[in-house]
Structure formats: C-alpha cells, structure tokens
C-alpha cells in the first residue's frame, strides 16, 4: 500500500453507503461476526439515520478503517462497533475486516482506537465480546489487547452449535 493510506475514524452519515457496501462484503467473507439480516433491506437514508443516532450516545459507536488511495477515493476496509449491552455500564464489541487486508494491523488499529474512545469519552467501564473458539488469530489478538477469557459457551450459529469465548475488557479510566 505504497500510495494508499489507511485511517480510523468515527463513521459519519455520509460512510452509509460505502459501510452497507463493507458489510454486505464482510457477509460473504466470513461468518465469524453476526449482521442484522435486515441488512439487505436497509436503505441509505435509513443507514444515515442510524449512524446519526449512535454518534448522539456516549454508550455507542461505529469506527471504521478507510483506506484512501491517490485518486481520493475511499474505501471502507474495516469496522470495529461497540453497542451497550441493555441499561449496563457494558458494551459488546464486534470488529470485522475485509479478508484482503488481514494481518496488516487493521484490527489491532480497530481496537486500540476503541479502547481509548472507551477510556475518554464514553460512559461503559467493561467491553464484552463472544469469538469462536477455532478463530485462532482473532483469540490471539484479543488476549494480546489485554481482553481476559470469561467462560466458554455454545452459540447456535447455521443451526450448528459453535464453541465459543466469552471475553473481557476492563476501560481503565
């Protein structure tokens, strides 16, 4: 990626379009991270809407990786969402990047990003996020980001039950 660079930032109404791209994407590549199934109903102005909701909450948010490349054109790579979890002081973090740009960092960025939003602007004291169990690399950089293994469960997932991790993550503030 020699003249392309890649960016984290807070996702504005006007990413919808490109994010319902992303994660239409991120739906074929991989079924490691769980989408809304109405999600192929979602118009723009719906998507717009929604990304103008979350970034109204301290609880809430949609960070995503743009790589820009020299024409000035952006393309979203990658999002991290952390979404509270009822009325707790909780969120449930969710991160997803598209296949071509693994192992390039994008998520530890992803993350990292998220837990200084978590540490300075939000109102969540715990992140909180399921992974499957056989999702080596994803377990390895989770617990290299200082999450902590909570329990073991069984998720249903295509009518099949996965094995899973429940991790941790305390925001120090």
């Known amino acids: 990626m020699s003249e392309d660079e890649v960016s984290i930032c807070i996702a504005e109404p006007n990413d919808a379009e490109n994010l319902i791209k992303?994660?239409?994407?991120?739906?074929?590549?991989?079924?490691?991270?769980?989408?809304?199934?109405?999600?192929?109903?979602?118009s723009i102005?719906?998507?717009q809407r929604q990304i103008m909701l979350i970034n109204q909450t301290r609880d809430n948010?949609?960070?995503?990786?743009k790589l820009h490349n020299d024409k000035g054109i952006d393309k979203i790579i990658g999002l991290v969402t952390i979404q509270q979890i009822n009325d707790t002081q909780c969120g449930e973090l969710g991160v997803a990047v598209l296949k071509n740009y693994?192992?390039?960092?994008?998520?530890?960025?992803?993350?990292?990003?998220?837990?200084y939003w978590g540490a300075t602007y939000s109102n969540l004291n715990d992140f909180y996020l399921i992974v499957k169990k056989d999702n080596f690399a994803a377990v390895h950089l989770y617990k290299k980001m200082g999450f902590k293994q909570s329990k073991k469960r069984f998720i249903k997932m295509d009518n099949n039950l996965k094995s899973t991790y429940e991790m941790h993550y305390s925001i120090k503030k």
């Open 22 to 42: 992303a994660l239409k994407q991120l739906t074929n590549e991989s079924d490691t991270f769980t989408v809304d199934h109405s999600l192929s109903q979602i």
């Open 45 to 47: 102005k719906d998507q």
């Open 61 to 65: 948010i949609i960070l995503i990786a």
């Open 102 to 115: 693994w192992n390039q960092g994008i998520a530890t960025a992803l993350i990292e990003e998220s837990v």
